[in-house]
């Protein structure tokens, strides 16, 4: 998938650490649905590299609470 991805706005994040962090907790029902939690574990490690990808600005913050 990686070489076929040549356009300019395609992008490949790997995700090695991600399932290390998410529990089975952070899932709904059939474990592929994530919880409000499990969202948040998501969206908090891909952030950073997303946030750099669309150059926002710091004022953009993620509010993970």
């Known amino acids: 998938f990686r070489a076929r ?3 300019k ?3 490949f994040l ?3 650490g991600l399932a ?3 529990k089975e907790t952070d ?3 059939n ?3 994530p ?3 499990g969202s948040r574990k998501i969206a908090a490690y891909f952030y950073g590299e997303v946030s750099r990808i669309m150059e926002w ?5 993620l509010d993970l609470r």
């Not at 600005?57 to 913050?61: D, N």
């Open 5 to 7: 991805c040549t356009r």
């Open 9 to 11: 706005k395609f992008y």
């Open 14 to 16: 790997p995700m090695p």
């Open 20 to 22: 290390l962090q998410l």
């Open 27 to 29: 899932f709904i029902g």
């Open 31 to 33: 474990d592929t649905h």
């Open 35 to 37: 919880t409000i939690a």
């Open 57 to 61: 600005k710091k004022t953009h913050g």
